[in-house]
C-alpha cells in the first residue's frame, strides 16, 4: 500500500470539501444551533445552577430551631449561620448555593426571605426544599401551638432577594449599573456553560459531527459512483489506497470542523471574559487524548459503514444510513448513567462502543479498564473497515456490477 | 522479438449464472494494437477489467509486464466506457490529481497535462470546469488522463465512443503515434470500420467467447470466397452452397456455405437460365466477417 497516494487522495478529498459552501453550513449550524440551547439554559440557571452541589444557608433570626426539643435541626442540605454577616460572605463567595433568612416574625407570619444570584426558577427549588426542612423541624415540636399552626402552611410569604439586590451583599461583579449587571449575568451564563453544561454540550456536538461524517462520506461515494470517478480511481490506485484516502479525508474534515467550533467557543467566551478561559479545566490531557482517539474511531466505525451502505442498493442506502445515524445519536442517552450496566454493555458493543465511550470519557465516567477493553473490541472490529473497503471497492465503483452477487466458477459450455 | 506486454490466459468469469467471458487468452506485444470487438453484451468490457485486475477472474490468469496488474498500475493506462470526471474540478487540476495518483510529481504532471492539453486543442481550457466543458472536450480530457503518464499498456474501453468523425481523427492519429512509440495497446469497440484502420489484430467475441481472432490479413483470408457481389436477373432464393442473399438493391450478396464453391454455384445459376451481369469474389470488410461469425454462432 501507498502511503503516498492515500494522503493524496485524501488531500484531495479534504480540499474539494473545505471549498464547498455545505462544509461552513455544517460546520456553523450545530455549533449555533447548541450555543443557542446553551445560552438558553445557561441564563435560566445563571447565577444558581453553577453550585448545584452547595448546601443552603440557613439565618434563623426567629429561634424558632433552637427552641426545645427542636434544637438545631440538622440536615446535610442546609448550613444553620449564627449571624447574618457571615451568611452574606459565605453567599457571596459562593460556599452556599442561596441564604434562607427566617425573620424574627417568622412564627406568626410565616414569611422567609431566599437571597440567591439570578433571577431563574432556582429560587423555587430552594423554596421546596426549606418548605420541607421547616415541616419537618415544625413536627418535631408539635406541643407548640404557634408552631403547629406553621405545619399546615411553613411558609405563607416569600421574598426573593434576587441579583439585582444581592449587590447590597458588596459583590463587585454586580456593581456599574445595568451594564456592568447584565455583563455580570452573561458571564455567569458562560460560567455555567463551562462549568456544568459544557461537557453535555461537547457530547452533543461531536455526536452530531460524527452523524455528519456519515452524510459526508456517503454523499462522497455517491459523487464517486455518479461521476463515474471509481472505475479510474481503481485502475489508478488499489481498493485499500483508494478506501484509506477517502474514509482519512472525511475524518479530516470533521477534525477540522470540531477544531473550527472550539476556536468560536473560546473567542466567544474569551471575548466575554478572558478571566472565564481559566475556568476551562473542562478535560485534562489524557481525557482530551481518549476524546480524540474515540472520536476518531467513532468516525471511522460510521464512515466505512456508511460506505458499505451504498453497496447493499442505491435507494436502500439513505434508510440504512438513518439507521446509523440513529444508532450514534443512541449514545447520547449515556449521560443519563455514564456508570450504569447499560451504559458499560454499550462501551463493548462494536457498533456504539466509540461513541459511548465518546461519553464516558467526556463527563469522567470511563475507568482504564473499559477503555482497555472497549480499545481491544474496536482494534478486533477494524477488520470491519477493511471488509467495508474491500465490498465497497468491487461492488459500488464498477458500473454495471450487480450488488452482492456472488460471481462463481461453473462448469464450462 | 517483440516483449510481450500483455498475457491473458483462460480468463472465464461468472455474473450468477451467466457466464459472460469463456476461455479468453491474448497476447499483446510492444507497439502493436489489438482490438476486441463484438456488440453490446459481448463480454469486451468484463475482458478489460479483468486484465486490468478490476475484477477477478473465476478461472485463468493475467500478467503485464510479468507481474499481476495490480503490481503495474503506474505502467498502465486505461479509458473506460463510463467516462468518469470530477465535473466541479477545474480540466488542469483534475488532470494533475490523476497524473499524481499515477506516481508523476505534480510539476511533471501540470507539465505533460498542458502539453497534451495544447496537442488536443484543449488548451484554452485550461482553467474551465469540467462540467462546462462539451461532451466532445471532456472526451479528450478522459483521453489525457489515461496517456498523460506515458503508458507501456494502454487499455481503451470504446474509445471513438460519441465522438463525431473530426473528433475521431486526431486520437486515430495519436494511437498510431503511440503504437510507434512501442505501447501495446488492447482496445474495444464496436465500431469495425475504426477497427480496421487501426488494429494489427483482432479478436472477435461472441457471447463471452473468442470466435475469430488474427490479424486483418489472416481473417480476411480466411473468410475469402464466402462473400460473391452479383447482380443478376431472377435470382432463385434455393441455390444450393448459399448461405443467406443479401440485398442491395440491384447488387446482391450471395453468403456461402462454408466449403461451398463459388464457380459451381454460378454454373448453377447460368444453369437454371438467369442472366448474370456481375459475379465477383467480394473482399470481406470486418462487418461482413462478423456478421458471418456471429450468425454460424
Not at chain 1, 449564627?82 to 410565616?110: C, F, K, N, T
Not at chain 1, 459503514?305 to 439507521?323: N, Y
Not at chain 2, 522479438?1 to 479468453?24: I, N, P, S, Y
Not at chain 2, 505502467?75 to 466506457?81: I, M
Request: proline share 5%; hydrophobic share 45%.
Amino acid at each position: 500500500m501507498s502511503w503516498a497516494k492515500t494522503f493524496l487522495i485524501a488531500s484531495h478529498e479534504f480540499f474539494a470539501r473545505i471549498k464547498s459552501p455545505v462544509f461552513y453550513i455544517l460546520t456553523l449550524t450545530p455549533f449555533v444551533g447548541f450555543m443557542l440551547i446553551g445560552l438558553l439554559f445557561g441564563l435560566m440557571f445563571a447565577g444558581a445552577s453553577e453550585n448545584l452541589g452547595l448546601p443552603v444557608g440557613l439565618m434563623d433570626h426567629s429561634g424558632f430551631l433552637s427552641m426545645p426539643p427542636l434544637k438545631e435541626e440538622e440536615d446535610e442540605n442546609f448550613l444553620i449561620y449564627s449571624s447574618m454577616e457571615e451568611a452574606q460572605a459565605a453567599l457571596r463567595d459562593r460556599r452556599v448555593r442561596a441564604l434562607v433568612e427566617i425573620p424574627p416574625d417568622y412564627l406568626e407570619s410565616g414569611q422567609i426571605i431566599i437571597w440567591v444570584y439570578g433571577t431563574s426558577s432556582w429560587p423555587t427549588m430552594v423554596f421546596d426544599q426549606t418548605e420541607s426542612f421547616l415541616r419537618k423541624a415544625i413536627v418535631q415540636n408539635r406541643l407548640d401551638s404557634r408552631i403547629a399552626r406553621r405545619v399546615i402552611e411553613p411558609i405563607d410569604r416569600l421574598r426573593i432577594i434576587s441579583a439585582d439586590q444581592v449587590r447590597e451583599l458588596g459583590d463587585s461583579d454586580l456593581q456599574g449599573g445595568i451594564f456592568g449587571r447584565a455583563r455580570a449575568q452573561v458571564q455567569q451564563t458562560v460560567r455555567f456553560l463551562i462549568q456544568t453544561g459544557a461537557r453535555y454540550i461537547l457530547v452533543l456536538l461531536l455526536l452530531l459531527n460524527v452523524s455528519i461524517s456519515i452524510m459526508y462520506s456517503y454523499e462522497d461515494i455517491s459523487r464517486d459512483r455518479a461521476n463515474r470517478m471509481g472505475e479510474l480511481m481503481l485502475s489508478t490506485v488499489s481498493a485499500t489506497e483508494w478506501f484509506a484516502g477517502k474514509i482519512l479525508g472525511v475524518v479530516l474534515i470533521m477534525l477540522t470542523q470540531t477544531l473550527i467550533q472550539m476556536t468560536l467557543v473560546l473567542a466567544i467566551w474569551g471575548g466575554i471574559s478572558w478571566r472565564l478561559l481559566g475556568d476551562l479545566t473542562l478535560l485534562s490531557p489524557r481525557e482530551v487524548g481518549l476524546v480524540l482517539v474515540y472520536y476518531v474511531l467513532s468516525m471511522l466505525f460510521y464512515v466505512s459503514s456508511s460506505m458499505l451502505a451504498i453497496v447493499v442498493h442505491p435507494k436502500v442506502a439513505p434508510v440504512l444510513l438513518g439507521i446509523l445515524g440513529l444508532l450514534n445519536l443512541i449514545n447520547a442517552t449515556v449521560v443519563v448513567a455514564p456508570s450504569s450496566r447499560i451504559a458499560i454493555f454499550m462501551s463493548f458493543f462494536p457498533l456504539t462502543a466509540p461513541g459511548t465511550m465518546l461519553v464516558r470519557v467526556l463527563l469522567k465516567a470511563a475507568p482504564w479498564r473499559d477503555v482497555v477493553i472497549s480499545l481491544g473490541v474496536l482494534g478486533v472490529c477494524s477488520m470491519w473497515t477493511v471488509l467495508a473497503g474491500s465490498a465497497v471497492a468491487s461492488r459500488v465503483l464498477i458500473p454495471g456490477m450487480p450488488a452482492f452477487s456472488i460471481s462463481r466458477p461453473r462448469q464450462r459450455r | 522479438m517483440r516483449e510481450t506486454v500483455l498475457q491473458a490466459e483462460g480468463l472465464c468469469k461468472w455474473f450468477g449464472r451467466t457466464q459472460v467471458v469463456e476461455d479468453l487468452s491474448l497476447e499483446v506485444k510492444r507497439g502493436e494494437i489489438v482490438g476486441l470487438l463484438g456488440p453490446n453484451g459481448s463480454g469486451k468490457t468484463t475482458s478489460l477489467r479483468m486484465m486490468l485486475g478490476l475484477i477477478p477472474p473465476d478461472a485463468g490468469r493475467v500478467t503485464i509486464l510479468g507481474q499481476p496488474p495490480q503490481r503495474a498500475r503506474d505502467r498502465t493506462g486505461y479509458l473506460p466506457e463510463e467516462r468518469g470526471l470530477y465535473k466541479d474540478e477545474r480540466a488542469l487540476d483534475m488532470l494533475v490529481y490523476v497524473g499524481q495518483l499515477r506516481g508523476m510529481s505534480r510539476t511533471e504532471a501540470r507539465r505533460r497535462a498542458l502539453e497534451w492539453m495544447a496537442r488536443l486543442k484543449l488548451e484554452d481550457h485550461t482553467r474551465s470546469r469540467v462540467e462546462k466543458l462539451s461532451h466532445g472536450m471532456q472526451q479528450r480530457l478522459q483521453f489525457i488522463a489515461s496517456v498523460l503518464h506515458d503508458p507501456e499498456l494502454l487499455i481503451l474501453d470504446e474509445p471513438f465512443q460519441g465522438l463525431d468523425p473530426i473528433h475521431t481523427l486526431l486520437p486515430l492519429q495519436i494511437l498510431g503515434e503511440l503504437r510507434d512509440q512501442g505501447v501495446a495497446i488492447v482496445l474495444s469497440t464496436h465500431q469495425l470500420d475504426l477497427a480496421e484502420q487501426l488494429c494489427d489484430r483482432v479478436a472477435m467475441l461472441f457471447q463471452g467467447r473468442v470466435v475469430v481472432e488474427g490479424t486483418l490479413e489472416e481473417i480476411r483470408q480466411k473468410f475469402a470466397g464466402r462473400v460473391v457481389r452479383v447482380i443478376a436477373e431472377s435470382l432463385p432464393p434455393d441455390l444450393p452452397g448459399v448461405q443467406e442473399i443479401r440485398s442491395f438493391g440491384r447488387e446482391k450478396k450471395l453468403i456461402l456455405e462454408e466449403q461451398a464453391d463459388p464457380d459451381s454455384i454460378l454454373r448453377a445459376l447460368l444453369e437454371r437460365g438467369a442472366r448474370v451481369d456481375l459475379w465477383e469474389r467480394h473482399a470481406l470488410s470486418l462487418y461482413e466477417v462478423f456478421y458471418l461469425v456471429a450468425s454460424r454462432a
